[in-house]
């Protein structure tokens, strides 16, 4: 089974100041992990993906992410917060077991939401 | 080029009634998975559907069922709603041989009173 356990609710961090919002996962075997943002009343929109290769991974709206294999950890840094980057973000985990059994879901936290004060 | 489109945006239902959702992949995708978003809480896999078969089944009872047509668009069906089954429904479509590349619709909100 894959788990994804995003620890903070809430994270409130001043315009300007770097953000992190923390993600830790379980899988059998090795990892994709992902980060997508949600605006309200909103779909989900891809921010980010580890798939292999370098663990600093670059995407969407300055977001990066760094994966950890020891700590099973994919955390989201941007190093300065815009007040448009207030939203609810989820991370999500896919084992890369082929196309087959668990590696056809994939499996999200509860969600972080992000709030970047003025 | 259209991404993932859901039909309706809202609707509300009674419970004990019946609701079908609708979801237009991406074109070239072949791939449809449904998730359940809740109130509060993270999305959850409901079932995909390749080659209009369902592939996977998530921890939904049979009340949730689907459909996959040639053109690759797809149903969710949920009868007899209860009340918990008010959320916001997710379709995402994908290629099946490249599922790090999945692309999610705007959603329909399910109000069941």
């Known amino acids: 089974a894959q788990s994804v356990a995003q620890p903070e609710d809430q994270v409130n961090v001043a315009e300007g100041n770097p953000l992190t919002v923390k993600c830790t996962y379980s899988?059998?075997?090795?990892?994709?992990l992902f980060w997508y943002v949600q605006y309200p009343n909103r779909g989900l929109q891809f921010l980010l993906k580890y798939i292999t290769g370098d663990n600093l991974v670059k995407g969407s709206y300055g977001f990066e992410a760094e994966f950890n294999k020891s700590q099973t950890s994919f955390h989201l840094k941007k190093p300065s917060a815009l007040v448009s980057d207030s939203a609810l973000y989820f991370c999500a985990v896919r084992d890369r077991l082929g196309t087959s059994g668990s590696a056809r879901q994939l499996t999200f936290g509860s969600g972080t939401q992000l709030t970047v004060l003025p | 080029d259209a991404g993932v489109t859901q039909s309706p945006t809202h609707l509300i239902k009674t419970r004990g009634q019946q609701v079908t959702l609708r979801c237009s992949p991406k074109?070239?995708?072949?791939?449809v998975s449904w998730y359940q978003q809740a109130l509060g809480q993270g999305p959850q896999f409901i079932f995909q559907y390749y080659e209009e078969e369902e592939r996977q089944r998530g921890n939904f009872p049979d009340r949730f069922s689907g459909h996959q047509f040639p053109n690759y668009s797809s149903e969710l069906n949920v009868n007899a709603l209860l009340l918990g089954d008010s959320a916001l429904y997710l379709c995402?479509?994908?290629?099946?041989?490249?599922?790090?590349?999945?692309?999610f619709g705007q959603g329909t909100r399910l109000t069941v009173v």
């Open positions: 899988v059998s075997g090795n990892p994709y």
């Open positions: 995402a479509s994908s290629l099946l041989d490249r599922p790090t590349e999945a692309f």
């Open positions: 074109s070239g995708h072949d791939t």
